[in-house]
């Protein structure tokens, strides 16, 4: 059955992946002819609107058939559904099968580092890791030499 399942969703992914890239970019009504205005979409809300009236020849508009499947939707490409970690805690509520986790931006060094450990260890996969987290590691394992030797430096 979860064999099924996850067949089910790398389809749907793919599906996705396909509608995503008939779908136009859906700007804003006239953003093009005035500067003032910004490409953002904005429904056409117009009496006389050739783009609310859908007029060959004007840009599409957002409707319902370009959405995509409703088993893929929210999910990373990756195929997992993200979850936002703050702290070593956040990560014992994960589920390492279905779901993958990203680090916040206001997380320290430090803190990053316990945080992936953890995640390591529960085979949890990381959507936004760091190259600054094995150096963290790296300058953390050395720096008890190295008090040492500027001590020693110092006495000289």
């Known amino acids: 059955m979860k064999e099924q399942e996850t067949l089910t969703k790398e389809h749907k992914l793919k599906v996705r992946e396909r509608i ?12 093009w002819r005035y500067k003032r205005l910004k490409e953002g979409w904005r429904k056409p809300r117009g009496i006389d609107s050739k783009m609310r009236k859908s007029v060959k020849g004007w840009p599409k508009s957002v409707k319902v058939g370009y959405r995509g499947p409703k088993e893929a939707r929210g999910l990373h490409p990756s195929g997992y559904e993200e979850v936002l970690v703050y702290n ?21 060094g ?16 990381i959507l936004n890791p760091k190259e600054e987290v094995e ?16 001590k020693e430096s110092k006495e000289q």
Request: hydrophobic share 30%; glycine share 4%; no cysteine.
């Open 110 to 125: 430090r803190k990053r580092v316990d945080i992936s450990a953890r995640a390591r260890e529960k085979k949890i996969y």
């Open 135 to 150: 150096k963290i590691e790296e300058i953390e394992a050395e720096e008890p030499s190295a008090s040492i030797n500027d």
């Open 20 to 31: 995503k890239g008939k779908k136009p970019n859906f700007k804003r009504q006239e953003s």
């Open 88 to 108: 070593v805690d956040d990560i014992d509520k994960v589920n390492p099968e279905t779901q993958a986790i990203r680090i916040a931006h206001t997380v320290g």
